[in-house]
């Protein structure tokens, strides 16, 4: 028997945060059909400030892996505002990381593999998804890592 999205995230003593609020002029999800498009998202604490600055320089992978795992934390309230039950998704579809890192860095991957982990650790089979994982110069208010979503929901 599996578990639900929501026993996994009990399981592994993951609280969701109420859902933080878009920085500028947009709104966190947009929903066509079937699909949920989350808008990107910095890493957010629980005493609602953000990790920043630079993997490679102020930030080391392993830092910017859990800032990467924190915005994937704040995505799924986003789900659940959305959506009232997480059991309603049907697919992670496609994951965009954006990681503000040093010109020379190279493990942009390592980094939004705390993203995807925690996707496949709250939604199973369910949260393995097409990705991208790509360096920024600058990300928004210095932003560690970024990340945007596709969801497929059901019907």
Partial sequence: MTNTPEQNLKKHSITLNEVSQPIASYVNCVRTGNLLFLSGKGPIKEDKTYVTGKVGKDLTIEQGNEAAR????????????????????????KVFGMVNCTSDFIDQAKVING??????????????????AVSM?????????????IVEIED
């Fill in 70 to 93: 924190l915005v994937a934390i704040d995505h799924i309230a986003v789900l659940k505002d959305e959506l009232g039950d997480l059991s309603k998704v049907k697919r992670i579809v």
């Fill in 115 to 132: 993203y995807s982990d925690l996707m496949f650790s709250v939604f199973g089979e369910k949260g393995r998804h097409a990705r991208s």
């Fill in 137 to 149: 110069h600058a990300l928004p208010l210095n932003f560690a890592d970024e990340v945007e979503v």
